[in-house]
């Protein structure tokens, strides 16, 4: 199976920036595309950023020009660089990764990461 860590979450004034990372860790055999997603109270899961093998990049409207994601593929590892952070983007942040391993190398399974709190006061 594949383990995703997520950190660098914490408490940060309005206007500050964080860096989060994912760290995914098991019986990898590849990678295919990389997400981050947040989830505020009362609401739903929402995409924040996803980046593919590829390079291309997604994010969500709210996170454009703000947000940068990020991976490093040597290391599977997942970031995402968040500047000008607004009191909306105080969520729980997950990792989620999209791959297979090795004890099944036809099937592309999806991992999530416990998520990390980003608390962000005005």
């Known amino acids: 199976q594949v383990q995703l860590v997520e950190s660098g979450g914490g408490l940060v004034q309005a206007g500050g920036s964080l860096r989060l990372s994912c760290a995914a860790s098991?019986?990898?055999?590849?990678?295919?595309?990389m997400s981050w997603y947040r989830q505020a109270p009362g609401k739903q899961r929402e995409l924040v950023a996803q980046i593919f093998s590829s390079g291309n990049t997604n994010y969500g409207d709210s996170v454009k020009g703000r947000f940068t994601i990020s991976r490093d593929n040597a290391k599977n590892t997942l970031h995402l660089q968040m500047n000008s952070l607004k009191p909306e983007d105080t969520a729980v942040y997950y990792c989620?990764?999209?791959?297979?391993?090795?004890?099944?190398?036809?099937?592309?399974?999806?991992?999530w990461g416990q998520g990390t709190q980003v608390t962000v006061s005005s």
């Open positions: 989620n990764v999209f791959g297979k391993i090795y004890a099944d190398r036809y099937t592309l399974r999806n991992y």
């Open positions: 098991g019986n990898i055999f590849s990678i295919s595309h």
